[in-house]
């Protein structure tokens, strides 16, 4: 099989097309019973013996050597330091993209409102920052110091008090950029801890760690198991599923940037998601002819390959609105719109998690200084979730102010509905309100 | 012991006191494995045997006699019979409801938005509608026409296409009052069925019941777990726990209403919570005697006495501003204010699900009709999530549309900081775009 043939090529106009798709997308999570157990006994652990706990696990796990838990904090001269050491081509590069995340979170910020009735009663929503954020950072090959601004730039924007980060640093050595990142972005208080011990000391709080009121960032899956097992005690951002791209050409883009873009998203991992959608056949055969060629030129070859003949498609659409109506069945994480008229073809997108427009907006640019976050709903999620952002670290709270006159009106419905459903202590409640 | 002991008493100035107030708030949820189990293995069957299993569960354990899987549906003609023959006052009253929750959701919703930059590069945040929701609707007592109101007003107000309202019918008994309410709300499609079959049905689909982005509603254990199981295929609102109240009050409100706002939460469930905080020792005995008095009289005498024996308290504080301090460790999914400048006390308070303000406002009325939604965050999660509101049923996507003039700033950095990550797939594609 040369490369030609090594990513599969579906056809909307074939009768099994809607099958071969979901066979495409299906990809289940590995859920392990003794991960989950041991996840549970690793969280209970810590809730019980706080400080003591985390430190032996951090010992245990990541080959540190603490001896006290207040070695396991990061002071904020380590992050500095880390910062200051920087090469300025990256600093400027991190802060470039710091200042185009900040603008964009900016405008999500919610602001609370209120309005006022006939008769004096006033209705409206308070918006509050939350506490406490913890921020989650992976150690090793998957620590990004894009990441960090992504997760902490919106929390710090939203007014979170204090944002703590969390970041394991195996045999103790400590990931500079991502530190440096972390500097950049304002987080408040980091420690050297990683792995469910890190989730629950932030979910439950020890003597040294902080409790949060909610846990961001990506882990592997002892950390995706910790997060979902803490939600409730604390809130939780999305568990994010291989990273996902769908490209919609009308076939006038190079095909060579079209490989590199299918290619951008499948290099992360064996399990990334990459599809071509065009109504221009000759142009999907393009587009594998260049992913032939330049294959082997890519450091990380064998994972793109990989990705691409285990989950990607070339796929012939009859038309661009057909192609946005299978967008919207795969509500991808990031969706191109690589054709002449992309705002006309955008108003047909429902579900996506971040839509790319026009030949020139590779997806990449949104993974490091657009402005639009990076965190992004994976695995169809974007049918009914959003990208995360500023309003993930605001919460809202009804305001309800009655006027005498008020009282009285509501008060009167109120009794009706409340003695409908039994409910005699509300009655009372409201009518002792009445004029 | 009478019943003026019967519900404890706190005070902030004791050296225990933050001990005492979070055994006071201590509720684990009961977790049984074999229900976990049970519901694993009914949303399996449901998922691979569609309607014929979502029929034999529902003939089983609804004491149903469906014979076809279209005899589940409820006939919008049924649902308009149920509303006419409402008697007026109740149909009033839910009218009045209804459109005072409509105007405040109104209030809610999001609208998208961009901005061009100087070199033509456009950002914004495009917000988009829910294709479908899914409603789900307790069978027997907990069956409120309010809480359907509540659930499905802000998704059709968001621009749900469809909403899909599921309720159990035991021995093929309908509730007129629910019916009549989804009527009203406009619910699109309504389905006999209940429990986790039903969410199973409602998350994968059926041959005859349409899957959904997103369920909302209460439901007994059965239905919360079965939830739990199905998020990440479809949304889910929060997972409630029992209603709470907490009242602060500055002594000058008659006692009586006092505590009759607290037998409203506490006449919910033997779990329910509520709590009265005020800086006057003798207020809180008033309301102790009150208490007294007024419990003999009411229909829920026993619910409302195990509720406050169990897990209400009468709590002295040493000033209105530590009540408020006490209330943001609690984060209640209700909060009265009744007090002389609640406005003031207002700016104090950091979480709670809904604030009611000034000696009139009764909980109660925004239990029914002041506006606000009656879902509220509960066990203290108002310290990171809100009220149920039509931005559950919205979604956003990020747009970005870059000029070639931004895509060349932007792809110096995005390239700079790929190769940094070693992502180099990542860095050729937005070379590619440079000038």
């Known amino acids: 099989m040369t490369m030609n043939q090594s990513i599969a090529r579906l056809n909307t106009s074939d009768a099994n097309f809607q099958t071969q798709l979901q066979q495409l997308l299906a990809f289940e999570e590995s859920s392990d019973h003794d991960i989950h157990q041991r996840v549970i006994d690793i969280i209970a652990n810590v809730r019980n013996n706080g400080d003591q706990a985390v430190l032996d696990y951090t010992n245990q796990f990541d080959q540190c050597s603490f001896t006290k838990p207040s070695e396991m904090e990061l002071s904020q001269a380590q992050l500095k330091a880390a910062w200051d050491s920087l090469p300025q081509d990256k600093a400027e590069a991190l802060e470039f993209a710091a200042n185009r995340v900040r603008v964009y979170a900016e405008k999500q910020k919610m602001q609370s409102w209120q309005y006022t009735e006939a008769d004096g009663t006033v209705l409206g929503q308070k918006v509050t920052p939350l506490d406490r954020a913890g921020l989650y950072v992976p150690g090793g090959k998957a620590a990004y110091p894009s990441s960090v601004l992504m997760n902490a730039i919106p929390a710090k924007v939203a007014g979170v008090r204090e944002l703590i980060m969390v970041v394991p640093t195996p045999h103790g050595h400590t990931n500079e950029l991502v530190l440096a990142a972390a500097y950049l972005a304002g987080v408040d208080r980091a420690f050297a801890i990683g792995g469910a011990q890190a989730v629950a000391a932030l979910a439950f709080g020890t003597e040294t760690i902080p409790a949060v009121e909610k846990i961001v960032g990506p882990g592997n899956i002892y950390v995706a198991t910790a997060k979902k097992l803490v939600f409730g005690q604390v809130g939780i951002d999305m568990i994010a599923g291989p990273s996902e791209i769908l490209i919609i050409c009308d076939g006038k883009t190079n095909p060579d940037w ?132 500023v309003y993930d670290f605001q919460k809202r709270s009804s305001l309800i102010f009655c006027s005498a006159e008020g009282a009285n009106t509501l008060g009167k419905t109120a009794s009706i509905l409340a003695r409908g459903e039994s409910l005699t202590a509300h009655a009372r409640s409201a009518e002792y309100r009445l004029k």
Chains 1, 2 share one sequence.
Request: contains cysteine.
């Open 258 to 389: 079209i490989a590199m873009d299918l290619f951008s998203q499948a290099e992360h991992d064996e399990d990334a998601q990459a599809i071509l959608l065009s109504d221009d056949a000759d142009f999907l055969e393009e587009v594998a002819n260049s992913i032939a060629r330049l294959l082997p030129e890519m450091e990380r070859a064998e994972i793109i390959k990989a990705s691409l003949s285990g989950r990607g498609a070339l796929i012939k659409v009859a038309s661009l609105e057909e192609a946005a109506a299978v967008a919207n069945t795969i509500a991808p994480e990031h969706l191109e719109l690589s054709v002449e008229d992309p705002e006309k073809l955008c108003t047909h997108i429902r579900n996506a998690g971040a839509i790319f427009m026009g030949r020139y907006t590779a997806e990449v640019l949104g993974d490091y200084c657009a402005g639009p976050n990076h965190v992004l709903p994976t695995s169809g999620t974007a049918r009914f979730s959003s990208p995360l952002g």
